[in-house]
């Protein structure tokens, strides 16, 4: 049994574990989420596991490494299953409008220094019943079940050839895919974080990854936040 993926990582990552190292669970005694949620996932149903990496990146760029993940999880689905996924800011992925997939991205930091990313991805595969409407599976879409080591493999393939090519100082491909794939650009959004909200339409993402927002006072950049979009705007 383990809590959370990401918690054993960041244990291994604080005891020296090198870049790779991977932690997969057939289940989670408290498996979390961002904004402190927890994540939720019948025993044997979904794919969860966490990376640890060590890139070289100035701390501010480590928000990459999310879009990383998530841009790898939306092809490696695609590829895989044929079914048609977009990437909702920063890094959800969704099928049919309803969340398939998330990733929790944590730093760690040595002083100013980034000394590890701890990259946890939780992938909806073979559930068949979700508490709520806007969470679906790869079964739910398609009545079919999936096996999770498959997929995993074609994440981690996927997640290697952007995260090598983003320390190659190349984020220009990563960015265009994460534009090309949005569910968000073009959208009229709230973006909540912060104990505040920005209201407006989400325009772009820039080249350190965060969300161009076209609100009454001008452009405003955002490096986190939960977006709302759609019906779901109050
Ligand atoms: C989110 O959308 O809020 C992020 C969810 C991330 C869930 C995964 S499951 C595997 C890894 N371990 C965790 O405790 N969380 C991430």
């Given at each position: 049994m383990i809590t959370s993926t990401n918690e054993r990582a960041k244990a291994w990552a604080h005891d020296g574990?090198?870049?790779?190292a991977l932690v997969v669970a057939d289940h989670q005694s408290a498996g979390r989420g961002r904004f402190g949620r927890s994540w939720v996932a019948p025993a044997g149903t979904a794919l969860l596991f966490s990376v640890v990496l060590r890139p070289a990146l100035e701390p501010p760029r480590a928000p990459l490494i999310a879009l990383v993940a998530a841009a790898a999880v939306r092809q490696a689905v695609e590829q895989d299953t044929g079914i048609r996924t977009a990437i909702k800011w920063p890094n959800d992925v969704l099928a049919d409008g309803k969340k398939l997939a998330g990733v929790l991205a944590e730093s760690l930091l040595a002083g100013s220094h980034l000394a590890a990313v701890i990259a946890g991805i939780g992938v909806n595969v073979n559930?068949?019943?979700?508490?709520?409407?806007?969470a679906t599976s790869l079964y739910g879409l398609s009545g079919r079940t999936y096996q999770r080591f498959s997929l995993l493999a074609t994440i981690l393939e996927e997640m290697r050839r952007r995260y090598q090519a983003l320390l190659a100082g190349d984020s220009v491909a990563l960015l265009a895919e994460c534009r090309a794939h949005?569910?968000?650009?073009g959208q009229d959004v709230v973006l909540s974080g912060g104990g505040g909200q920005i209201r407006g339409r989400a325009v772009d993402i820039d080249s350190d990854g965060r969300l161009v927002l076209d609100t009454q006072d001008g452009l405003v950049r955002a490096v986190a936040g939960e977006v709302t979009t759609g019906e779901d705007v109050p």
């Open positions: 574990a090198p870049e790779g559930q068949e019943n979700f508490a709520t409407e806007r949005s569910a968000t650009i």
